[in-house]
């Protein structure tokens, strides 16, 4: 019997995010998510087929101050979740990852996903930054696009363990 989308989807995020192997990398548990989604609800976004989910995109608001932190190497994701509150006024976007299955990779999913989403916080936050922990080509050119569509400074952290990711826009 073949695996579902959903079990493809944690073994890619698990085989390429290592979060089990960094306590300072975001574990998405159902605490972390019920938190994003107080954060602002779009954190979290997911395309589905009629299998499941064939991507999924999370991002988190957060003060400028917090993103200065996470780009110093002074945090990590785990930290810069907890240091981010609900009412908060926000400044910075942190485009903490996508993931597509293979085969639905080229179709701009993962873009549309991040578009939307920043598109929504920013109708009640002055949104004046973008940060990214790049760690594959195609997420540095998910970041760029994104960053260059909304015209937006992108600031990257350039360093630390995070491994290749399975971004595709």
């Known amino acids: 019997m073949s695996e ?4 493809r989807m944690i073994k890619l995020a698990d085989e390429f995010f290592g979060m089990r192997t960094d306590p300072s990398q975001l574990s998405v548990t159902p605490e972390v998510m019920t938190k994003l989604k107080h954060i602002h609800p779009p954190t979290i ?17 957060t003060t400028k101050d917090v993103m200065e932190q996470f780009l110093r190497e002074g945090i990590g994701e ?10 908060e006024k926000f400044e910075a976007i942190y485009l903490c990852s996508a993931l597509v299955l293979p085969e639905y990779r ?3 999913i993962a873009s549309r996903l ?9 109708e009640q936050h002055p949104i004046r930054h973008l940060f990214v922990w790049s760690f594959s080509p195609e997420g540095e050119r998910l970041a760029g696009s994104v960053a260059g569509e909304f015209r937006l400074p992108l600031h990257k952290r350039t360093s630390g363990q995070k491994k290749a990711a ?4």
């Open 78 to 87: 785990q930290e810069l979740l907890e240091k981010t509150h609900p009412g």
């Open 45 to 61: 976004s997911e395309e589905t087929d009629r299998n499941g989910p064939v991507a999924w995109m999370l991002i988190i608001p």
């Open 166 to 169: 399975a971004l595709g826009a």
């Open 114 to 122: 991040v578009k939307q989403a920043i598109r929504a916080i920013m």
């Open 4 to 7: 579902d989308n959903l079990e």
């Open 106 to 108: 080229g179709k701009g």
